[in-house]
């Protein structure tokens, strides 16, 4: 996890350190109602930052906003030092963005396997390869229950394959919607720990949407809490841990 300056363009010993999004003023709804309002975020090369909030506080809208699956009312996001502009969505995987939605996100009627293929369709032939190979050692079930359709997964088995589907594009930013949803606690632990372990082998950066703060907070470099579609406080992972109660932010 990121042990540099935490700000965008910090210079840590005088070196520049971009970060790799950088979210200003954004602003976003649906048909024409503003539900997230100027939110101001952003995250450094290998950082697990933590978008915290409750039922309907904007953290979805957020992500998709970013991604530019919402049109945006204002702002801007830049990432990887390049404007990023919305109404291109397809092009996020190409460019190293995966998002997990909250929903299940795999094609129940085909086999773990394919599925895993389909998520590495942006990536070229001998990698893809390299990478099933990578991905079904991270996830033990998945390479066990390589010919079963997902379909018939549990709920916990397909939430880890959404992970590894979006694994399967190589990406660099990991955009993770409220990963323990519907989760046993146990499954929720291992699933912390799996992302914890590709943030540290393989320097992925991740946004996680979470509610469920407790595990989450555990990788968490630096966490922005969202009420009423606005960022009400910034605070950094050993604060996040260190606090008992989140009802007062919630
Ligand atoms: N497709 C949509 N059309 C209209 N309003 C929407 C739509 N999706 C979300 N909203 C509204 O936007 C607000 C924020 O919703 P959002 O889904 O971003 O919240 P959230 O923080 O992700 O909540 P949860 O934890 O329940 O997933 C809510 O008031 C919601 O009703
Ligand atoms: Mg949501």
Redesign the pocket.
């Known amino acids: 996890m990121a042990t540099s300056d935490p700000r965008p363009n910090g210079s840590a010993a005088g070196v520049q350190l971009p970060a790799l999004l950088e979210v200003n003023g954004l602003t976003a709804?649906?048909?024409g109602?503003v539900?997230i309002h100027e939110v101001d975020l952003h995250v450094m090369p290998g950082e697990v930052v933590g978008v915290f909030?409750?039922?309907?506080?904007?953290?979805?809208?957020?992500l998709k906003a970013i991604l530019g699956l919402l049109p945006r009312m204002g702002g801007t996001v830049v990432y990887e030092a390049n404007r990023w502009r919305s109404g291109r969505p397809w092009r996020a995987a190409g460019q190293g963005m995966a998002f997990i939605p909250?929903e299940r996100f795999t094609f129940a009627g085909l086999s773990v396997e394919e599925n895993l293929r389909l998520g590495a369709t942006s990536v070229a032939g001998e990698s893809s390869a390299e990478t099933l190979d990578s991905v079904l050692t991270m996830f033990p079930i998945l390479q066990q229950r390589r010919e079963q359709k997902a379909g018939t997964m549990s709920g916990g088995e397909q939430r880890m394959l959404s992970l590894a589907v979006a694994l399967m594009s190589q990406p660099r930013l990991l955009m993770l919607?409220?990963p323990s949803l519907g989760l046993a606690p146990r499954v929720v632990e291992q699933l912390i720990t799996t992302l914890q372990g590709l943030v540290e082998k393989q320097g992925v950066s991740v946004i996680m949407?979470e509610?469920n703060v407790n595990q989450a907070v555990r990788i968490t470099d630096r966490a922005y809490i969202?009420r009423s579609?606005r960022v009400i406080q910034q605070m950094s992972g050993e604060e996040a841990r260190s606090r008992e109660e989140w009802w007062d932010l919630f």
């Open positions: 709804g649906y048909r109602r539900v909030g409750s039922n309907g506080a904007g953290k979805t809208t957020t909250a919607d409220e949407v509610q969202l579609g």
